[in-house]
């Protein structure tokens, strides 16, 4: 049937050392660095007596430059895992270790400035502010960070989008991909080591979805961004490098996409097609017993 081709995990290089100091950073066959690289991370959610196990012992290692996608069915757990991997929550047991560096030992303090400077978020709702222009949108995080030349980087971000002509506009002026490309461009413009997004496309038709793979896949490609986001659309999955499979709080499937798709250069197959297709190959590769 499907042919398995999850991908094996590298070997660790390294071990980690005693005391949670910084270590060098797990560096894969092809030289590559993990920027993010979490052992067997666990996130139980008290309510009352109640416990809910959104995550049951998740390891995982990013490369600087992947791209990489995250499905998953609803309540598997990857919100839950986005929010550990933007460190915006502390797991509840496990080791992370966020460009070299073990953040689970960190204060809240220190757990801030570490996130403003090396992750920037998207969210499926564009989270912008109503009566703010995109430029000003923009040059908030580097307001917050006391950046210098902040007007002179919000243009570029936003021009690296292609919205350098919607500048003055409010969020209620723009598109929904439009919206969501100044969100993109907000996240990008502290420099970030790696972009999040949690359902990036979730709230957009299919053309402003290609819209914004197109801006990920450009800033993947031509500035070497790493990227995670989750999607539930096997089509926008095919379009990146990797694709991580949750179900239960647990990983079930890792696996290299051979060919992505070049964002906006293949037009979307009839939903019988795709059905029939990728989302047999790609959304359950490897594991397809697991769904059966
Ligand atoms: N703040 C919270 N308090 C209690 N339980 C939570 C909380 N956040 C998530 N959960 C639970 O943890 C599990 C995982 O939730 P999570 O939001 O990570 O799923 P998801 O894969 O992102 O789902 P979806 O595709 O619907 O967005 C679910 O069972 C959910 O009900
Ligand atoms: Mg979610």
New binding site residues.
Partial sequence: MCEQKVRDMPMIGRLFGQNGKTQEAHVDEQGRRAVIDIRNITKV?K?GDIE?H?LRGVSLQIYEGEFISIM??????????MNVLGALDQPSSGEFFLDGVDVSKLNERDLARIRNKKIGFVFQSFNLLKRTTALRQVELPLIYGGTARRTERAKQALEAVGLERRLDHLPSELSGGQQQRVAIARALVNEPAIILAD?PTGNLDSRSGTEVMQIFQDLNRNRGITTVF?T?DPWIARHTNRVIM?RD?VIVADRQVETPLIAGEVERPSEAEELEGIFRDVYYSGTEDEYN
């Fill in positions: 959610y309510m809910v959104a998953g069915p609803s309540g598997s757990g990857k919100s839950t895992l359902e989750v539930h949750l709080g």
